[in-house]
């Protein structure tokens, strides 16, 4: 059976576009040629050639390899360290709520004042 991959976000391949190039630039500033930063990471020059262009089936781990090569591996650990709107999501469920008085309030007729 083929292997099928969803389409990627528009927003996704604009990331994964910046991504590449930041990479291809990281590389390049720190003259390693594209043969030997893939022998580095152990991939092919097409594999490379597909990441620096932000090929969204690159896989992850692939990323995680150049990263460690370029010595950039630890600013991966920002990525999603401050969950925001998940916290604000959890305060929410955890905030109490006020109870609703289940007995009625006696009636006293119309016009008259209700004593509680």
């Known amino acids: 059976m083929a292997k099928t991959t969803l389409p990627a976000f528009p927003s996704v391949l604009r990331q994964l576009t910046a991504l590449g190039e930041r990479l291809r630039l990281a590389r390049t500033r720190r003259r390693i040629t594209a043969e030997l930063f893939s022998e580095r990471m152990g991939v092919s020059r097409e594999t490379l050639r597909r990441l620096e262009n932000g090929d969204p089936t690159i896989a992850m781990g692939t990323y995680m390899r150049a990263l460690r090569v370029l010595g950039l591996d630890g600013d991966i650990d920002g990525l999603a360290r401050d969950d925001e709107l998940g916290r ?10 006020r109870k609703r008085s289940t007995t009625s309030k006696p009636d006293n007729g119309p016009g008259k004042p209700t004593r509680v």
């Open 88 to 97: 604000k999501l959890q305060d929410l469920s955890l905030t109490p709520t």
